[in-house]
């Protein structure tokens, strides 16, 4: 007997909508279930990792998985919530990019086992591509009438917006090629539900549509909300850009730190739809958090968990180590065991200077290092006041007026970090 797979997702708040009897369906025997990601990048980035987390769920509930990588599709672009059409991509790098998400995807499911519900990644340019258009029209567009594709939120949205371009034609008919995929999957591999996000309700219910008048059977659908911030921001936005799994993209400090930084009610939210916590240690986690909210135990656990799913245990210990640099105790050695794009993250935003490396390799002496050279400090006296007051730091170490900064002082063969006080970080960045 399968798990209770709809009751998990509604008490973790990742259950927006699901057709009558979806539930029933689901504890009656093994079903599968699919969800469409969009292959137009190289990388999945947190907006996809709800309906990863879905397909998780349903994979531990007893069921089988099938994560579909839109290769047609992303050769249309998806209307729902979007303004403008998206760039067409070519083969290649679809077939570049499906490869790079069931990486990132194996991470939360079992593709390679030999269990009867092991995940399948499945690609609709598989099915699509040899579909020509007079077939289509008359096998699969007969069957839904323009009436009907019109009336989804999704078109009307697009028609009645002020967008000059207004809705091609291709992107009318995306609907159609999704639905097809939900009929598709459940003819050749008994697919019987489809998920997606709340903004998908309308794709997905044209395909259980096309399962009942073609298939002459019956398809489920369910979504789950769309996630947002509770300031009113887009949720997995930053000013750098989307968070991605890549760490290529988004390092697993910079990873790290999103989490670690969301508000208590985002925080308490978060946890339940990013984690496999149990429920009654995330109530025992709330419930510490409200004792002590400073200590932010719910955004430490958040970021330590999810960061260690997708990435690593050893990747989330240099982000620790990466965050001390600025709010704990570190030494030089610390600095030094970073990564370049780790350190540029930690130290983003920090003033700069250059400094030559006919500079370095003949050593710069501290004055000119604080003062003339970068404008760190405002002059030699005020450098030489400073370190008598033994305010000044080079790579996180106290140093005096005769200290000379050398090519042994570098971290990355590139930069010298300069520290006046606690809080007040320069840094010195050699080039050629």
């Given at each position: 007997?399968a798990?209770?797979?709809?009751?998990?997702?509604?008490?973790?708040?990742?259950?927006h909508?699901?057709?009558?009897?979806?539930?029933?369906?689901?504890?009656?025997?093994?079903?599968?279930a699919?969800?469409?990601?969009?292959?137009?990048?190289?990388?999945?980035?947190?907006?996809?990792?709800?309906?990863?987390m879905?397909?998780?769920?349903?994979?531990?509930?007893?069921?089988?998985?099938?994560?579909?990588?839109?290769g047609?599709?992303?050769?249309?672009?998806?209307?729902?919530?979007?303004?403008?059409?998206?760039?067409?991509?070519?083969?290649?790098?679809l077939?570049?990019?499906?490869?790079?998400?069931?990486?990132?995807?194996?991470?939360?499911?079992?593709?390679?086992?030999?269990?009867?519900?092991?995940?399948?990644?499945?690609?609709?340019?598989?099915?699509?591509?040899?579909?020509?258009?007079?077939?289509?029209?008359?096998?699969?567009?007969?069957?839904?009438?323009?009436?009907?594709?019109?009336?989804?939120?999704?078109?009307?949205?697009?028609?009645?917006?002020?967008?000059?371009?207004?809705?091609?034609?291709?992107e009318?008919?995306?609907q159609?090629?999704?639905?097809?995929?939900?009929?598709?999957?459940?003819?050749?591999?008994?697919?019987?539900?489809?998920?997606?996000?709340?903004?998908?309700w309308?794709?997905?219910?044209?395909?259980?549509?096309?399962?009942?008048?073609?298939?002459?059977?019956?398809?489920?659908?369910?979504?789950?909300?769309l996630?947002?911030k509770?300031?009113?921001?887009k949720?997995?936005?930053?000013?750098?850009?989307?968070?991605?799994?890549d760490?290529?993209?988004?390092?697993?400090?910079?990873?790290?730190?999103?989490?670690?930084?969301?508000?208590?009610?985002?925080?308490?939210?978060?946890?339940?739809?990013?984690?496999?916590?149990?429920?009654?240690?995330?109530?025992?986690?709330?419930?510490?958090?409200?004792?002590?909210?400073?200590?932010?135990?719910?955004?430490?656990?958040?970021?330590?968990?999810?960061?260690?799913?997708?990435?690593?245990?050893?990747?989330l210990?240099?982000?620790?180590?990466?965050?001390?640099?600025?709010?704990?105790?570190?030494?030089?050695?610390?600095?030094?065991?970073?990564?370049?794009?780790?350190?540029?993250?930690?130290?983003?935003?920090?003033?700069?200077?250059?400094?030559?490396?006919?500079?370095v390799?003949?050593?710069?002496?501290?004055?000119?290092a604080?003062?003339?050279?970068?404008?760190?400090?405002?002059?030699?006296?005020?450098?030489?006041?400073?370190?008598?007051?033994?305010?000044?730091?080079?790579?996180?170490?106290?140093?005096?007026?005769?200290?000379?900064?050398?090519?042994?002082?570098?971290?990355?063969?590139?930069?010298?970090l300069?520290?006046?006080?606690?809080?007040?970080?320069?840094?010195?960045?050699?080039?050629?």
């Open positions: 007997m798990l209770d797979f709809v009751a998990e997702l509604e008490w973790r708040g990742m259950l909508d699901a057709m009558p009897g979806t539930s029933e369906h689901l504890l009656s025997e093994m079903q599968s699919y969800v469409g990601i969009d292959p137009t990048a190289d990388s999945l980035h947190i907006g996809h990792l709800v309906g990863v879905m397909l998780r769920h349903f994979q531990l509930a007893g069921h089988k998985p099938y994560a579909l990588v839109g047609a599709t992303g050769m249309i672009g998806d209307p729902s919530g979007k303004s403008a059409e998206r760039n067409l991509l070519d083969e290649a790098t077939k570049k990019n499906q490869e790079a998400l069931k990486s990132q995807l194996s991470r939360f499911l079992d593709f390679e086992s030999d269990a009867k519900n092991a995940a399948v990644l499945v690609n609709n340019y598989d099915w699509m591509k040899d579909f020509s258009f007079l077939d289509f029209i008359r096998d699969v567009g007969k069957h839904i009438t323009v009436n009907y594709m019109m009336a989804k939120d999704s078109v009307k949205k697009r028609l009645s917006s002020d967008a000059k371009e207004g809705m091609s034609f291709t009318f008919t995306y159609l090629v999704q639905g097809y995929d939900f009929l598709y999957l459940y003819q050749n591999y008994n697919c019987t539900l489809q998920m997606g996000g709340s903004d998908q309308g794709n997905i219910t044209t395909g259980t549509e096309l399962i009942r008048r073609i298939g002459g059977g019956k398809g489920y659908a369910l979504t789950c909300p996630i947002t509770a300031d009113g921001s949720f997995g936005k930053t000013e750098a850009g989307n968070i991605w799994l760490k290529n993209r988004t390092s697993p400090y910079r990873f790290y730190q999103y989490w670690l930084n969301t508000s208590d009610e985002d925080a308490e939210k978060y946890i339940k739809i990013f984690t496999f916590i149990t429920r009654e240690e995330i109530e025992a986690l709330v419930k510490e958090h409200c004792e002590a909210p400073h200590l932010r135990v719910l955004q430490k656990r958040l970021a330590k968990e999810i960061t260690v799913m997708v990435h690593s245990e050893e990747d210990n240099r982000a620790l180590a990466a965050s001390n640099i600025l709010f704990g105790k570190s030494t030089s050695d610390d600095l030094k065991k970073i990564d370049e794009q780790t350190f540029l993250d930690v130290f983003d935003g920090v003033p700069q200077a250059i400094v030559s490396k006919e500079d390799v003949n050593g710069l002496d501290i004055i000119s604080l003062s003339a050279k970068t404008g760190f400090l405002n002059s030699n006296g005020e450098a030489r006041r400073e370190l008598k007051q033994n305010s000044i730091s080079v790579n996180k170490e106290k140093v005096v007026e005769s200290r000379v900064i050398t090519t042994a002082d570098l971290i990355n063969d590139r930069f010298v300069l520290q006046r006080g606690k809080k007040n970080y320069f840094l010195l960045v050699m080039e050629d």
